[in-house]
Structures are given as structure tokens and as C-alpha cells.
């Protein structure tokens, strides 16, 4: 899920050119993924019912659902300002567009 949407802040970069973005987004869905992966192995570390996972790690659980609302909303709303600004230059939009298109079409 990280690299996903890691792939999509790179997109926003190339139409862009703004390297901040996708460093701090790259960093969000890297944290994200990290979050996940830590409650994972404790969870299966610890033994520990589902429930008692949760009741236990919920700052966890509430630290990660909020990341993965930001990247996909900042993600979602950067592409759709950068392809708007940049729909004059249809050789730029066409080379923005393959790559997307081939990384959606091929995740169904």
C-alpha cells in the first residue's frame, strides 16, 4: 500500500516539479505502513485476543487511519489541481495519464 501510494506523490512531483511533496507524503504512507507493521508483530508476538489488541494499541490503530485519510486526500486533490493546471499541454498530460492508467487497469 505504501509503495501505491508513494507512486502517486512521485506522479504529483513529475507534474508539479515541487520536491517537497512527495518527500513528506513518501514519509506519511512510509509511517503508516510501519504502524501497520508494528502491530502486527506484536499482535502475534504478544498472543493476545483481538480485543485486548485493540483496547491495548488503539493510539496505534488512531494514529494510522488518520495518515492513510491524508495521503489518499492529498494525493487525490494534488493530481486533480496538477492534471487541471496542466491540461493545456496534451503531450504532458498523455505522458502523466499512461503510467497512472497502466498502474490502475492492472490493480483489477
Same mark, same amino acid.
Given at each position: 500500500?505504501?509503495?501505491?501510494?508513494?507512486? /502517486? @506523490?512521485? =506522479?504529483? /512531483? #513529475?507534474?508539479?516539479?515541487?520536491?517537497?511533496?512527495? $518527500? $513528506?507524503?513518501?514519509?506519511?504512507?512510509?509511517?503508516?505502513?510501519?504502524?501497520?507493521?508494528?502491530?502486527?508483530?506484536?499482535?502475534?508476538?504478544?498472543?493476545?485476543?483481538? &480485543?485486548?489488541?485493540?483496547?491495548? /494499541?488503539?493510539?496505534?490503530?488512531? *494514529?494510522?487511519?488518520?495518515?492513510?485519510?491524508?495521503? !489518499?486526500?492529498?494525493?487525490?486533490? @494534488?493530481?486533480? /489541481?496538477?492534471?487541471?493546471?496542466?491540461?493545456? !499541454?496534451?503531450?504532458? *498530460? #498523455? =505522458?502523466?495519464?499512461?503510467?497512472?492508467?497502466?498502474? &490502475?487497469?492492472?490493480? =483489477?
Amino acid at each position: 500500500m505504501a509503495i501505491t501510494k508513494s507512486f /502517486y @506523490a512521485i =506522479q504529483v /512531483y #513529475r507534474l508539479s516539479k515541487k520536491l517537497w511533496y512527495p $518527500v $513528506v507524503f513518501c514519509t506519511l504512507s512510509l509511517a503508516r505502513m510501519a504502524g501497520g507493521i508494528a502491530l502486527t508483530v506484536v499482535g502475534l508476538g504478544a498472543q493476545m485476543t483481538f &480485543t485486548n489488541l485493540i483496547e491495548r /494499541y488503539k493510539w496505534l490503530i488512531g *494514529m494510522a487511519m488518520p495518515l492513510a485519510v491524508v495521503v !489518499d486526500a492529498g494525493n487525490t486533490i @494534488a493530481l486533480c /489541481y496538477w492534471l487541471i493546471k496542466a491540461k493545456a !499541454d496534451v503531450k504532458s *498530460m #498523455r =505522458q502523466a495519464f499512461r503510467p497512472l492508467s497502466k498502474v &490502475t487497469l492492472s490493480q =483489477q
